[in-house]
């Protein structure tokens, strides 16, 4: 009887086994296996390849370029049992690599320990960027060994190195997008800008995503792939630089603190845009270091401000023809409208000197351009009236952004009434008008928009957009689309008042006794205007040294503007500067060391 029982709870027990088999492996099978499955694949975001950026001529700014990589891969080199087991044959590896390379090792046990508990089925990379010696030697004696590999990932590279460096900007890894983060399970990101055109225009520039689906066994080590989506290019960029231009703006600068733009008068084209001093974008991919960007930011000389259109200076005498337009479209004055200067001009008590103290004496228009003489223009302004200047400023650009396709630019700031009153509690008086009307007092502009001024006065008044990027090629199509140039403003500048400007700032270069005269080139008929402004405490002898200049004079095709910090003046300082521009522009004569 004990033997039946027995035999029966036996055979019961065996009937609730096979039954609870069946369920699992038959009536619930499909289930558990869509959840092995689940579990066992791993989802990996790709980046997609950066679009490249282009001057003017086709010549590549900035593209994507092949980094070799050395990569361990670890599902080659796992042992039994607890990991460092697995750790410890990693460090082993990575030391004898670092024999063969002659390179000293770049990863830490840390480092390792924290990818296998975060990117495992991943492989690790253990040396970046290795150069054609190190290859040469893995592949003498490395080719063979178990668990490493070459492995090549894109990286951006910019082939002129430190050459406009404040347009292009600079890239860096970005930050896992929302979505895009629970998706996958492992994050490569792609590179986002962080400033320039790389930042401006980084939705164009941005790739698509591609993806790939990985088998990885309990462990978490990689098993085999399973499913692959390539990711996409992003659009490529045509700027309207040019890159020798932009090299001849670097040159002219020099070693100087400062900033050059020259514009195309007949569209707004930016054909070089210069800040100095600068920054070499390379030094940003990957990643830039702590120690360097500390150096960077730390820097008193600013190389990562991009001086050109967030630079706020004193304009000084680059302003006066703008007082001379207001004048003559105003009707406040004429060509032949003259002034006597014997150095200095009395308003009220307050004695206001011209640069020139003994006196230019009588002068007209032409010829107070011509000499720069601040009387003159002292009597100019109060005749005109600082509203009529004030809005021949306004209607030429200055005291708001131009609008270039670049972040940070500034408007500077042209002072009115309400603005005085609103900052200092006192209304404007005829001695503000003085300062004003030289380029003096609170009036800030950047070089941009003085670019944009002298461009206008070349061009007979169209106020233009500067025009940045001329073109975008879209994924898959041969073809660039153009932008089309932007008008913002069009003056209409009578033929008497433009011709008095700009024959006095022909005379301002051509002329023996022009201000500007060491910007002379043989051969090249230039127009332009020096300036010199004050800054810093007062007596400190801080100056920045400016000049405006257009040529050829009769069929302008290039619009400058050049500040020069710290500068004796813009005649002595600035004007051979201008000089040694034009010179490697037209390729005349040769182009001597300032």
Known sequence: MRIRLVLGAMLACFLL?????????????QEYQKNLVRQSVRRIRLPGMRGRIFDRQGRILADDAPSYCLAIYLEELRRPGPWNKTVDRVMELIEKLSGILELP?????????????????????????????????????????????????????????????????????ASPAGDDSGYYHYYLPEMEGRAGVEKHFDELLRGSAGGRLVRVDVAGFRH?????????????????????????????????????????????????????????????????SSADWAKLIG???????????????????????????????????????????????????????CWYTRGHGMLDMRGALEHSCNVYFYQLGLKCGYPAMYHMAAALGLGRRTGIALDYERAGLLPDDAWKRRVYGDAWRDGDTCNASIGQGPI???PLQMAVV??????????????????VRKPGSKTFETVAPEVVNDLHFSRR??????????????????????????????????????????????????MIAYAPYRNPRYAV???IERAQSGGATTAPRIALLFKRIFGLGGADDV
């Open 224 to 288: 085999d792939d399973l499913g692959f989506r390539a990711p996409q290019a992003g659009a490529d960029l045509k700027l309207a630089l040019d890159v020798e231009i932009q090299q001849a703006a670097e040159a002219a600068l020099g070693e100087s603190d400062g900033a050059v733009v020259i514009l195309d008068p007949r569209n707004g084209d930016v054909l070089a845009l210069a800040s100095s001093p600068g920054f070499d974008p390379n030094g940003f991919v990957p990643a830039i």
């Open 561 to 563: 503007a050049m500040v």
């Open 17 to 29: 086994l096979v039954g609870a088999l069946w369920r699992i492996q038959v009536a619930r099978g």
């Open 454 to 471: 002298v461009a206008a006065i070349a061009n007979g008044g169209r106020v233009y957009r500067p025009r940045l990027l001329l073109g």
């Open 444 to 446: 800030l502009v950047t």
């Open 105 to 173: 090792p770049q990863l830490s046990r840390r480092d390792v320990e924290r990818h296998i508990h975060r990117r495992l089925p991943l492989p690790l990379i253990a040396w970046r960027n290795l150069d054609e010696r190190a290859m040469a030697r893995w592949a003498e004696r490395g080719l063979f060994i178990p668990g490493a590999d070459i492995y090549t990932e894109a990286t951006r590279r910019y082939p002129y190195g430190r050459s406009a460096c404040h347009v292009l900007g600079y890239v860096g890894r």
């Open 497 to 546: 008042a433009l011709s008095v400007v700009r024959e006095g700032m022909y005379a301002v270069v051509m002329s023996a006794t022009g201000t500007g005269r060491r910007a002379r080139v043989p051969g090249l008929e230039i127009a332009g205007k020096t300036g010199t402004a004050e800054y810093g405490r007062k007596g400190s002898g801080l100056k920045y040294g400016w």
């Open 299 to 353: 820097n008193p000389h600013k190389p990562l401000m991009n001086r050109a259109l967030a630079g706020r200076y004193a304009p000084g005498s680059t302003f006066k023809p703008v007082v001379a337009l207001a004048a003559l479209e105003n009707e406040r004055a004429s060509p032949s409208t003259r002034f006597n200067c014997p150095g200095y001009f009395m308003v009220g008590k307050h004695r206001f000197l």
